[in-house]
């Protein structure tokens, strides 16, 4: 079979490679998210309540020069720490349109399409389950939008899924895709109070920003501590000027990572590197968000008071939760299942031989696992604290749950399947260092042969 007819290929070994590395490193902080969570549950639901929420609600910092930069502790975590998150997720992104599967427009169809659908569906299951509530309680249609891969993927590092390469592929350009559209929606959303004038300042250092990383690539390939002092001052008066334009301040950490350099250059060589800056700094940032960004902005933000059994039940018995749990479960199933079919109908193509439909609705029913993304976004629409945004707390946490068992069991059905498949991809009879099954491989079949 031609490749050109095949959907959800496994692709090149060096992408799978990649690939392989950064789900391990998100399994990783998958469990340390998971570990934040459950700490932020027990202590808003103990004797330890008041102080948690006390402290949660503490302001730091100052205004000053008409800047504003007083916070809580609570919007220090969402408003500035996922600021280092988004910058992780726009080093993704830039790699994947530069040199990942997004760049080629046969491959970057299939998540991109697939990605929409598990927005779209979601956001109308939402819509319509809430269209008689109040027109605050719409304004959340965007909550279930997104896609946690950290929390995905430590699934599947619990179950023990070998998920094949093909598989893994899809889930995290899916993932990047996913946030890419999360992105989007903030910036056009979620702008309040435009202030142009911080705006147009901030391309200033923007500018200052893009031209010091290329032109000091070279060293911050050699010195990591030099793109902390160099880079980061810099960052953050981009990230102060968004937090004062109106546009949320992690939008900052998008732009400020599509300025670094994806491909190797001169500089690349002068320093003997093996990577692009781009891969370079996401190698060094991953750690310090997955590992302490991320988990502070759940323990700050996850914490919700349920009052019992009965709390629980109330709480998902509102018409936003109840439109959340849906959304997140059947909705990016569903729409991420059926706009992949779609694809292969209009294409004319079949998937990946070693690759079952159940294999896909396996990974969709994962993408509804909507933690971090979908919290932010709960707390853009309704506000930290309010009434609301708790039930969307309790909602997203229940539908990412119950994502992650009904995905874990549907591919835990797969698992000696995707053993076996693990296994021919291990198989390399010319010994060129690259499996046979792989498009790299020096005797792999070429598209159209």
């Not at 309540?49 to 504003?68: I, P």
């Not at 439109?323 to 694809?343: E, N, Q, R």
């Not at 994502?403 to 291990?426: C, P, W």
């Amino acid at each position: 079979m031609s490749s050109e007819n095949t959907v959800l290929s496994r692709g090149s070994y060096k992408e799978s490679q990649r690939i392989s590395e950064i789900l391990s490193k998100e399994s990783t902080g998958g469990i340390i998210l998971l570990v934040a969570t459950v700490l932020a549950l027990i202590f808003a639901n103990s004797a330890a309540a008041e102080h948690y929420f006390g402290l949660r609600d503490t302001y730091l910092g100052a205004d000053f020069w008409g800047l504003h930069l007083k916070l809580s502790i609570g919007h220090w975590a969402a408003d500035g720490l996922l600021a280092v998150f988004f910058f992780l997720v726009g080093l993704e992104l830039k790699k994947e349109f530069v040199e990942g599967d997004l760049r080629n427009p046969g491959k970057a169809l299939v998540p991109i399409v697939a990605a929409a659908g598990g927005v779209a569906l979601p956001a109308i299951i939402y819509v319509l389950v809430n269209l008689n509530s109040s027109s605050e309680a719409l304004g959340g249609w965007a909550i279930p939008a997104a896609t946690d891969i950290a929390f995905a993927v430590a699934v599947l590092a619990v179950i023990g899924s070998h998920l094949p390469s093909a598989l893994r592929t899809f889930l995290l350009t899916l993932a990047v895709v996913d946030d890419l559209i999360a992105i989007t929606i903030i910036a056009l959303f979620y702008t309040s109070d435009l202030q142009i004038g911080y705006l147009a300042l901030s391309i200033i250092p923007i500018a200052l920003y893009a031209l010091v990383a290329r032109k000091g690539e070279k060293l911050f390939h050699l010195s990591p501590a030099a793109s902390w002092f160099i880079l980061l001052p810099i960052g953050f008066v981009v990230w102060v000027l968004f937090l004062n334009s109106g546009i949320h301040a992690t939008i900052a950490g998008v732009i400020l990572a599509f300025m670094i350099p994806v491909r190797k250059n001169k500089r690349t060589e002068a320093a003997d590197a093996h990577h692009g800056l781009a891969e370079v700094m996401e190698h060094r940032v991953r750690p310090f968000s997955a590992g302490f960004c991320v988990p502070v902005f759940a323990f700050f933000s996850a914490g919700v008071a349920i009052g019992g059994f009965q709390g629980f039940v109330d709480a998902v018995t509102e018409p936003i939760a109840y439109g959340i749990i849906l959304a997140l479960i059947f909705g990016k199933m569903i729409g991420i299942t059926a706009s992949t079919w779609l694809v292969t109908r209009l294409r004319r193509a079949n998937l990946d031989p070693d690759i079952a439909w159940i294999d896909v609705i396996g990974v969709a029913t994962l993408a509804g696992i909507g933690f971090t993304v979908s919290l932010l976004i709960a707390e853009l629409s309704f506000g930290l604290g309010s009434d609301y945004n708790d039930a969307a707390k309790v909602a997203i946490l229940t539908a990412s749950v119950t994502a992650a068992l009904l995905g874990a069991i549907i591919l835990s059905i797969r698992n000696k399947h995707y053993k076996q498949v693990a296994l021919k991809e291990t198989v390399d009879e010319n010994q060129d260092g690259i499996p046979d099954v792989f498009t790299d491989n020096t005797d792999a079949p070429r598209p159209g042969a």
